[in-house]
């Protein structure tokens, strides 16, 4: 019996990996051959994807990107034994993208069945909570303060101060909410963790929970990712039947459970406020602190709000300790993150590294430069209300600090490539368009302002009036940024104004006779 | 989209009863009813505003916020295509356009024959497969015209 690994990531999926699946069973059985398929998470190496994965003495030999055409040459290559073909990459753990890697928070990621606790536990998982079980819920936010982890949805709030906070109200019942409605453009890797590794997301908010006296987690997660919701349901299922949730979590005294609530396509509710007001079932209008959610969160309760990722990194910091966690990183950016090289890139997928490289080493060297071959001429860092960095700052330490220095943020992760096509002047508008579209409405500069920057920018783009339209819409994103009570009318001018001040050119098009083409 | 029921009075009502037992269950019952019978109808947010105890109108606030939830029905087939920035790097809103016009279509509208709907989406995490798609849940990467052309001639056949 031969062990084959087919992701049932979404990415795979969407590149044909059901299909590689059907095929691959096919083949074997006309051919007599017994093979065991498990469908793992995804690497995140993703341009090979689907990739297969075979179990051989050697260790796990991979061939990607595959289609279900290629599998009967496969076979005759002998790839059940780690047989050469032209999609053999050779074993995986020494791929140089693989290999260079510090992964921490991933570390199972890819590696295993998500859904076999056996598998889960075997790989280390578990061990973090029994750690926390062990030094109690003081020691446990005392160890998570030290790994200096941060907030990984954007903000970049420390996590421990956050729990700090909670566990101070002493209140008779408070909420861990998960926050996995990822929106960025460009982002995945809370997606990746479900589907690759949703018990230690379970792990990380049961952590939480027991730290901060909560008995009930929610996960709010985004209603584009139909696949993550399926293998995440499943999971909580199978970690409910063995206890790792429940009245007596591991036979503790410690109860807790978790319930999985998915969005409806509304990207402010990855505003920490407007999801509370979701999962109360309303309109996911922003609300305005103080008071912050860790005092009156969830039904007025003090709540708990981390990102996936955030969740997701407790364990191995409970388990190997905060000081080998902070041992990743520069500066203040303590610990590994996961960058996802997404858009016009050649090598796309999920990197998880200490903070620290440069941006051009991250798109460069790392990503291969663009998918079509030209050359690149700008990245978005930070989703869509994140700046767009031209190449002459690619020495930019990928670091919160550096980041936030040039009015740009890491956020959660997101790099997007662009190649000396695109037209930043059409993406201004289209950032001011998407705010328009997906603002909540509560605060007027950005419901309204939005509006009128589609409007202006266009008229930019138009050649109408340009010094005079183009004062006011640096006007406009001033007002925005300070009159608005969320990340999103408060932090679109990064992508609108980084555009206009780094890329100039692109916003006198029209003024610009010879550009006539 | 495939697999939707007509309204029926009674499934609705279970679906409901069947959510009622859970901490705030009005997102959760929203999908149900959309998921049974393809789109949130009048008599559905009728139905639900009595039993949460919230007026009509509350009830079409909370469901015309979402971009997810429907109140015309759609057709039978469901594409939704991603506008956001990694889709964009690669092209995704010339695609998107040509298709729309070799379709009749604009975004958000149903064929003639109501065998699609298409939607716009902002990001489905398939970034590094730009430009992405789901077709009735199902996700695509690196969408082209040949690709969409295809699917819109099985949205016609099935």
């Given at each position: 019996?031969?062990?084959i ?18 095929a ?7 051919r007599?051959?017994s ?7 995804s ?6 994807e689907?990739?297969?994965e ?15 055409a290629?599998?009967?040459s ?30 921490v928070?991933?570390?199972?990621v ?11 536990t ?9 750690r ?11 160890e ?8 990984r ?19 008779p019942?408070?909420?861990?909410v998960c ?18 590794d ?5 792990e ?14 929610f ?29 007596n979590?591991?036979g ?34 922003v ?12 039904f007025?309760?003090p ?11 407790v ?12 041992g ?10 996961a ?7 050649k ?12 941006l051009?080493?991250?798109?460069n ?7 079509t071959?030209?050359p690149?001429r ?10 767009y960095f ?16 040039l ?32 603002s909540?409405?509560k605060?007027t500069?950005?419901?309204v ?13 138009a050649?109408?009036?340009v ?10 994103c ?16 990064m ?16 003024a ?5 083409e | ?6 309204w029926n ?14 901490e ?20 559905a947010i ?9 007026s009509?109108?509350e009830m079409?606030g ?15 087939h469901e ?10 790097s690669?092209g ?22 109501n ?17 992405a ?7 695509i ?6 690709k969409?052309?295809a ?8």
């Amino acid at each position: 019996m031969t062990k084959i690994f087919v992701p049932r990531d979404m990415a795979a999926l969407a590149m044909g990996a059901e299909r590689v699946v059907a095929a691959i069973e096919k083949e074997a059985s006309a051919r007599g051959e017994s093979v065991q398929i498990v469908r793992n998470g995804s690497r995140g190496l993703l341009w090979l994807e689907p990739l297969i994965e075979v179990v051989t003495p050697q260790g796990r030999i991979g061939y990607g990107p595959a289609a279900a055409a290629h599998v009967p040459s496969l076979f005759d290559a002998g790839f059940l034994t780690g047989g050469a073909h032209a999609l053999c990459i050779g074993k995986v753990e020494d791929h140089p993208w693989w290999a260079r890697q510090n992964r921490v928070t991933f570390a199972r990621v890819g590696v295993i069945d998500p859904l076999s606790l056996e598998d889960w536990t075997a790989h280390g998982g578990g061990r973090g909570l029994a750690r926390a079980f062990e030094v109690g819920p003081a020691a446990t936010i005392e160890e998570v303060t030290k790994s200096g982890l941060r907030g990984r949805g954007g903000a970049a709030f420390p996590t421990g101060a956050k729990w700090k906070r909670i566990a101070a109200t002493k209140a008779p019942q408070c909420y861990v909410v998960c926050n996995a409605d990822e929106g960025d453009s460009g982002t995945y890797a809370d997606r990746m963790i479900m589907e690759g590794d949703p018990f230690t997301l379970i792990e990380g908010m049961t952590i939480c929970g027991f730290a901060n006296g909560a008995s009930k987690g929610f996960v709010y997660l985004c209603c584009e990712y139909p696949q993550a919701a399926d293998v995440f349901s499943k999971a909580l299922e199978i970690a409910r039947a063995a206890d790792w949730l429940g009245k007596n979590v591991r036979g503790s005294d410690f109860g807790f459970d978790i319930e999985l609530r998915v969005g409806a396509g509304a990207y402010v509710c990855g505003e920490r406020t407007s999801l509370l007001e979701s999962l109360e079932g309303k309109r996911a209008v922003v609300r305005v602190t103080p008071p912050a959610p860790s005092l009156v969160g969830l039904f007025g309760r003090p709540t708990v709000v981390n990102n996936v990722m955030s969740l997701a990194s407790v364990p191995v910091i409970m388990d190997k300790g905060g000081d080998y966690y902070a041992g990743f990183g520069m500066g203040r950016s303590r610990g590994a993150m996961a960058m996802q090289i997404s858009g016009n890139v050649k090598y796309g997928g999920l990197f998880e590294a200490g903070f620290g490289l440069t941006l051009g080493e991250i798109v460069n060297d790392i990503g291969g430069g663009t998918f079509t071959g030209r050359p690149v001429r700008a990245v978005q860092c930070g989703g869509p209300c994140g700046a767009y960095f031209p190449t002459s700052l690619f020495d930019t330490p990928y670091d919160y600090e550096a980041f936030a220095a040039l009015n740009a943020m890491v956020g959660h992760g997101g790099l997007v490539v662009f190649d000396d096509s695109v037209d930043l002047a059409q993406m201004a508008r289209a950032s001011m368009e998407f705010c328009a579209l997906e603002s909540c409405g509560k605060c007027t500069p950005c419901r309204v302002g939005s509006i009128r920057g589609v409007e202006t920018i266009g008229k930019i783009i138009a050649g109408v009036d340009v010094d005079a339209n183009i004062a006011l819409v640096e006007d406009l994103c001033e007002t925005m940024k300070l009159g608005s009570l969320c990340g999103l009318g408060g932090a679109i001018h990064m992508p609108i104004l980084s555009a206009l001040h780094l890329f100039p050119e692109d916003f006198r098009k029209a003024a610009l006779p010879a550009a006539a083409e | 989209m495939s697999g939707a029921v007509p309204w029926n009075e009674a499934r609705a009502h279970e679906i409901i009863t069947a959510h009622l037992g859970l901490e705030c269950p009005v997102l959760p019952v929203l999908h149900a009813l959309q998921k049974e019978f393809g789109y949130l109808s009048a008599e559905a947010i009728s139905l639900l505003a009595k039993a949460l105890n919230i007026s009509r109108a509350e009830m079409y606030g909370v469901i015309t916020f979402y971009d997810h939830f429907r109140i015309e029905p759609p057709g039978r087939h469901e594409l939704k295509l991603c506008r956001a920035e990694a889709c964009r790097s690669m092209g995704s809103e010339k695609v998107a356009r040509e298709f729309l016009d070799s379709q009749h279509l604009d975004w958000r509208q149903t064929a003639a024959d109501n065998s699609l709907t298409v939607d716009a989406v902002y990001c489905l995490g398939l970034c590094a497969h730009s430009p992405a798609a789901l077709y009735d849940g199902d996700p695509i990467g690196r969408v082209d015209a040949p690709k969409l052309a295809a699917l819109a001639q099985e949205a016609k056949s099935a």
